[in-house]
């Protein structure tokens, strides 16, 4: 499932559109993006350090999200930040993987389409960090705002995940440039 749409309560969720072992290489173990965690008593390892301003969430990922902004945690795997304005929400999150991430996405497109003012902009196939990946842009209207959303999903080590941000028009260049730095500094764990 997709991430809930900016300022959705469970209650009226509206769909907007334990992290992976690392695998032991030699004497070290090896984390996806991250550096290699060092060694220690054989069989154990080091957990890797994170990069500046970067910080762990549950759902297997890490991500410099800005300060100020209100957090919130929909789910273990699904956090949210708020622009102090709200003109702008970042999600991140994380899933089982379930068959092919284009078709799951097609299906929520479709379901989406009974939304509000949507429209879609593009939904295609892209590449992250080397990985198969999917782009989803679209507008829409919640409660009578209208939202610009960009979402960015891609599988890895069996499960997916999605970098996603929606924002007011108005706060375009600067929500992008936000949206940029978070999905760069993506890391899963």
């Known amino acids: 499932m997709l991430a809930t749409a900016p300022g959705a309560h469970d209650g009226d969720r509206q769909t907007a559109g334990s992290s992976p072992e690392p695998s032991a290489v030699g004497d070290s173990a090896v984390t996806s993006g991250v550096p290699s965690a060092s060694p220690t008593v054989e069989g154990t390892f080091r957990p890797p350090s994170l990069p500046p301003g970067v910080h762990q969430e549950a759902g297997g990922f890490a991500w410099a999200t800005p300060r100020g902004w209100r957090r919130d945690v929909k789910t273990g795997a699904e956090v949210h930040y708020t622009s102090p304005d709200g003109v ?12 092919d991430l284009m078709e799951t996405w097609q299906t929520s497109e479709q379901n989406a389409r009974e939304g509000r003012d949507y429209r879609k902009i593009r939904l295609e196939e892209t590449t992250f960090r080397g990985l198969r990946a999917v782009v989803w842009e679209y507008t829409f209207t919640l409660r009578g705002t209208p939202w610009h959303a960009r979402l960015l999903g891609f599988d890895e080590n069996g499960k997916s995940y999605q970098v996603n941000t929606w924002y007011q028009p108005g706060a375009e260049a600067a929500a992008l440039r936000t949206y940029e730095k978070v999905k760069d500094s993506f890391t899963v764990t």
């Open 88 to 99: 702008q929400e970042l999600v991140a999150k994380s899933s089982l993987a379930r068959g």
